[in-house]
């Protein structure tokens, strides 16, 4: 795949170039928010918030972009509010949404259904950091539903007046001999000491922010979901590994 890639087929093992008009839209910005300090934050999982059956959500949105946003929801057993009206209910300013890149350990084409092993990963394990999760998507075979369900679910939460921020991990990737970065110039994009990656990650190897191409792309791919995606804010994992002129 593409590093740049900005849709993508099942389980992102190729890329698909997406026409704008193809694309949907994410509706309106919503205004600067202009104190921080007022902030109130919730942070949620897209597939956790609405795979429990007993969500109310309906069948079709359980666990995907659009269940996020489903209206008029109550969970089955005690009938509480559950969807974008229990977000709603929180008296909350901000929605922090954990990766919702398309990362790569859940088989998209497999069993989904709540309770299965291997369906559900917070996704800290990146593949396509341009491409939206293609296991929250209704229709994870087709490019254009990610793109276009994930745009319809930020714009439904600013419709409720919710802004959202993303989770976004730089700091390393899933696979290192099988992602694009390795593939498009071998070593480059990763940091090594004495021959081997440096794992300060944890999981193995860490991205070199203070390459110049790597610098690049990670500020390229924040502006991209600021400008296309509309959103709000970004919450870093591990910032520390990334230098400090990148993130100026």
């Known amino acids: 795949a593409d590093p740049y890639a900005?849709?993508?087929?099942?389980?992102?093992?190729?890329?698909?170039?997406?026409?704008?008009?193809?694309?949907?839209?994410?509706?309106?910005?919503?205004?600067?928010?202009?104190?921080?300090?007022?902030?109130?934050?919730?942070?949620?999982?897209?597939?956790d918030f609405s795979i429990n059956p007993n969500s109310g959500i309906s069948d079709a949105h359980r666990g995907k972009y659009l269940g996020v946003i489903e209206e008029g929801t109550k969970t089955k057993d005690k009938q509480n509010v559950s969807g974008?009206?229990?977000?709603?209910?929180l008296g909350i300013t901000h929605v922090q949404i954990?990766?919702?890149?398309?990362?790569?350990?859940?088989?998209?084409?497999?069993?989904?259904?709540?309770?299965?092993?291997?369906?559900?990963?917070?996704?800290?394990?990146?593949?396509?950091?341009?491409v939206p999760e293609g296991s929250y998507s209704t229709d994870p075979a087709n490019p254009t539903a990610r793109v276009k369900e994930a745009k319809q679910m930020i714009a439904g939460l600013?419709?409720?007046?919710?802004?959202?921020?993303?989770?976004?991990?730089?700091?390393?990737?899933?696979?290192?001999?099988?992602h694009s970065f390795n593939k498009t110039v071998p070593g480059y994009y990763f940091r090594y000491k004495d021959g081997a990656l440096n794992g300060n990650s944890g999981c193995?190897?860490?991205?070199?922010?203070?390459r110049q191409m790597m610098r690049k792309y990670i500020v390229d791919s924040v502006k991209y979901w600021a400008t296309h995606y509309n959103l709000d804010g970004f919450r870093f994992d591990l910032m520390g590994l990334i230098d400090l002129r990148t993130m100026q």
């Open 6 to 47: 900005k849709a993508a087929v099942v389980n992102g093992e190729r890329s698909v170039v997406l026409a704008d008009k193809d694309a949907g839209n994410a509706g309106k910005r919503m205004p600067k928010f202009t104190n921080p300090s007022d902030a109130t934050i919730a942070e949620m999982d897209v597939r």
């Open 84 to 89: 974008l009206d229990y977000l709603k209910s």
């Open 158 to 178: 600013h419709n409720a007046g919710l802004r959202v921020i993303m989770d976004v991990v730089y700091n390393h990737v899933y696979d290192v001999q099988k």
């Open 204 to 210: 193995g190897n860490d991205t070199a922010s203070e």
């Open 98 to 130: 954990m990766p919702m890149y398309d990362f790569g350990s859940v088989n998209e084409t497999g069993d989904l259904s709540y309770g299965k092993q291997g369906a559900q990963n917070w996704g800290y394990d990146p593949e396509n950091y341009n």
